[in-house]
């Protein structure tokens, strides 16, 4: 059974460009989870979708969004990037919401220039 | 809101031997699920062990275990035996039940010297 296939795995951005990082859960897994890790602020929650539903937001600006498909897989954009987003975003997967732990992908590392 | 807290940056222990790293946490929530992640340089975030709040009984798998205290809100990982495959970032997490939103802690860095 393949595992959470994140794409792509590196990334090099400028300011101002805006980018979308995409997220293959487990196949049958419905919950789909991203968090950004940075030396700085560590492992920060983004956001949470179930069935295309977003059902929680981490505290992060607008410029972060995300959503999720009809076949669970997710992808996160961020608009007006920034130095400060820098940063290896993780994405994981589990069967259902609040069930068995989550699985995690490899990462997509960004950096901005 | 909750938090956690890892207090060690920076553990060693030498090869065979055991090490505990700590972990405490903080709600309000009368049942949640703690965890413990291993991310290696190679940075995918693997499962360790994970404790069920309504459990009294300590988690283990294998070398791994747990000293869950409820009361206390203290959540520690021994590893036993450590080997060289060990060494890695260890994260302890809090997850309240119906999300898949994990707080982490900071982590602690294990190095195992041969």
């Known amino acids: 059974k393949a595992g959470v296939t994140q794409t792509p795995r590196y990334l090099i951005k400028t300011r101002g460009q805006q980018v979308t990082l995409s997220c293959s859960p487990i196949?049958?897994?419905?919950?789909v989870s991203w968090y950004q890790q940075t030396p700085g602020q560590g492992l920060q929650f983004l956001f949470e979708y179930f069935s295309e539903t977003q059902r929680n937001k981490g505290n992060f600006p607008g410029r972060f969004s995300g959503r999720q498909f009809s076949n669970s897989r997710s992808e996160m954009n961020v608009s007006t990037l920034e130095l400060g987003d820098s940063a290896l975003y993780l994405c994981?997967?589990?069967?259902?919401?609040?069930?068995?732990?989550?699985?995690f992908g490899d990462g997509t590392r960004l950096s901005i220039l | 809101a909750q938090t956690v807290t890892q207090s060690q940056p920076e553990m060693s222990v030498q090869e065979a031997e055991t090490v505990t790293l700590s972990c405490t946490y903080d709600t309000s929530e009368s049942d949640y699920y703690l965890f413990w992640y291993k991310q290696p340089p190679s940075r995918q975030m693997i499962l360790v062990i994970r404790q069920e709040a309504y459990k009294q009984q300590n988690a283990t798998e294998n070398r791994f275990s747990v000293n869950f205290q409820k009361a206390a809100k203290s959540f520690s990982l021994k590893i036993s035996d450590s080997q060289l495959g060990d060494a890695a970032m260890y994260f302890c997490a809090y997850r309240r039940v119906n999300t898949d939103k994990l707080i982490f802690g900071t982590g602690t860095r294990l190095q195992v010297f041969p």
């Open positions: 196949s049958g897994h419905r919950s």
């Open positions: 994981a997967s589990s069967l259902l919401v609040g069930g068995q732990p989550q699985h």
